[in-house]
Nanobody, 124 residues
Framework: QVQLVESGGGLVQAGGSQRLSCAAS????????MGWFRQAPGKEREFVAT????????YYADSVKGRFTISRDNAKNTLYLQMNSLKPEDTAVYYC?????????????????WGQGTQVTVSS
């Protein structure tokens, strides 16, 4: 069992930066592929970024590539999402997820555990 708690959300101006954190409980964090997803009002949840168990493999949605960076610190059981050059269309609730596949995945169905989400609002 893994429990995930996101933090770091809030209000930021367009062009600004924000870093989200996801603290995980449990001893097996380092074995999980991890992901970030987001859901805007009236829209379906969408993939943002994923990272494999070691941090050596990362994939990004085209909409955030070059602006967002996913990383992890297995010693601290923490996942991060550094968001730069934020746009109003990045406004959403951001969720971290831990999956049964150590390689990570772009599909939400690959993840077994989800955090409660943290709101990110980008003002224009």
């Amino acid at each position: 069992q893994v429990q995930l708690v996101e933090s770091g959300g809030g209000l930021v101006q367009a062009g600004g930066s924000q870093r989200l954190s996801c603290a995980a409980s449990g001893r097996t964090f380092s074995s999980y592929g991890m992901g970030w997803f987001r859901q805007a009002p009236g829209k379906e949840r969408e993939f943002v970024a994923t990272i494999n168990w070691s941090g050596g493999i990362r994939y990004y949605a085209d909409s955030v590539k070059g602006r967002f960076t996913i990383s992890r610190d297995n010693a601290k059981n923490t996942l991060y999402l550094q968001m730069n050059s934020l746009k109003p269309e990045d406004t959403a609730v951001y969720y971290c997820a831990a999956g049964g596949r150590s390689s990570g995945s772009t599909s939400s169905t690959a993840y077994n555990y989800w955090g409660q989400g943290t709101q990110v609002t980008v003002s224009s």
